[in-house]
């Protein structure tokens, strides 16, 4: 009987770190997920003001012509 109550006790034991371990796989996908959405926000930033001042100096260029 002592050897099933230690077997329980380990069973117990394995099941609540297994718990713990996928509470913390989860956070972690949390938090990798939230930082990719925030750097493909910062790309987008980058690539508007990429193509602003690739239409300031195509507007500057052209203005240069007409004059």
């Known amino acids: 009987m ?4 230690i077997l ?3 069973y117990h034991e ?13 956070a972690e996908e ?3 997920v939230s930082k990719l959405n925030e750097l493909k926000r910062q790309k987008e930033k980058l690539e508007e003001k990429i193509m602003d001042q ?8 052209s203005k ?3 004059n």
């Open 2 to 5: 002592d050897h099933a109550t």
């Open 8 to 10: 329980l006790a380990q």
């Open 14 to 26: 394995l099941f609540t770190h297994s718990l713990e371990d996928n509470q913390h796989y989860h």
């Open 30 to 32: 949390k938090q990798f």
């Open 54 to 61: 690739y239409r300031k100096l195509d507007s500057t260029s």
């Open 64 to 66: 240069k012509y007409v």
